[in-house]
């Protein structure tokens, strides 16, 4: 298989729609000229802003996501946005479990669970978010926390949705304002038991899955994380939320990712 650099950002709830396509406007022209057969670029903006982000960006250029997403098509869910709100909207990405989902929101693996199986039904791309607390770490149960989220997480998924399944590893400990960024050796040998989860689960065709690393991921340490053999993409908060930064890391790691796999 051809190896694309996967690389994209969750803006999380910091961007108003007005600022959201001005963020988008910016990154389509700034990676406009990079050939994408070679990278994945995704950009997973708040509910809201979904449709206007869709009429702005074009769908070869920039894959737009969902920050989360009901498992039911309708009913009564006060709050919730469901599978047929988001096709709509022209969402071709579903993000489910990240850590701030888990942890503020008390999702669990068994719902996050009902989320992956209704995403990849509605034929979303589906980008299921794992990662150790620091507690877990601690403990040193990482091994098994990770384990259990991507087997609970990923119950059920029928070989045929493979080709949309993509996997973010985001130690909790290292995400946001407070994270302390893991060291690419240490990403490397969660993202190599990642895969060799997903073996045994999948078997060869597991080899299709992406799986990307997130948490604290910045200018200065992408640049080691990408040469990581088992790293596959960045998932980025707080560095790619200003589209000249965010184009500036791109720019460095895609060489090196594709210099990895030449
Ligand atoms: P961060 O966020 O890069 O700001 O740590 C990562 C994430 O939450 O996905």
Redesign the pocket.
């Known amino acids: 298989m051809k190896r694309k650099l996967y690389i994209g950002t ?1 803006t ?1 709830m910091t961007k108003t729609i007005a600022e959201t396509v001005s963020f988008l406007n910016s990154l389509q022209a700034l990676t406009e000229d990079i050939c994408r057969d070679n990278i994945e670029l995704f950009v997973i903006p708040s509910y809201t802003t979904l449709e206007s982000a869709r009429k702005c960006v074009s769908e070869g250029l920039i894959r737009l996501g969902a920050q989360n997403m009901c498992w039911e098509q309708r009913g009564q869910f006060s709050g919730e946005i469901s599978p047929l709100m988001l096709k709509e909207t022209g969402t071709e990405i579903v993000l489910v479990g ?3 989902r888990r942890s503020i929101f008390n999702e669990t693996d068994e719902l996050i669970n009902k989320k992956v199986l209704s995403a990849l039904r509605h034929g979303f791309t589906t980008l299921l ?1 794992i990662g150790e607390t620091a507690d877990q770490k601690e403990m040193n149960i990482s091994d098994e926390a990770l384990a259990i989220q991507l087997k609970t997480g990923l119950h059920k998924v029928e070989d045929k949705d493979l080709g949309r399944l993509w996997v ?1 590893y ?1 130690p909790v400990w ?3 304002t407070q ?1 302390i960024p893991a060291s690419a050796s240490y990403a490397e040998d969660k993202q190599g038991k990642i895969k060799n989860e997903l073996k045994d689960l999948f078997g060869d065709a597991s080899d299709d899955i992406p799986v990307l690393y ?4 910045n200018y200065e340490n992408s640049q080691e994380l990408i040469q990581m053999q088992c790293i596959d993409g960045l ?5 790619a939320w200003e589209a000249y930064n965010f184009n500036r890391i791109i720019r460095q790691t895609l060489p090196l990712f594709m210099n990895k796999n030449s």
């Open positions: 969750n999380k990240h850590s701030e978010c973010a985001e290292a995400i946001g994270g997130g948490g604290s991921v998932f980025i908060g707080r560095s």
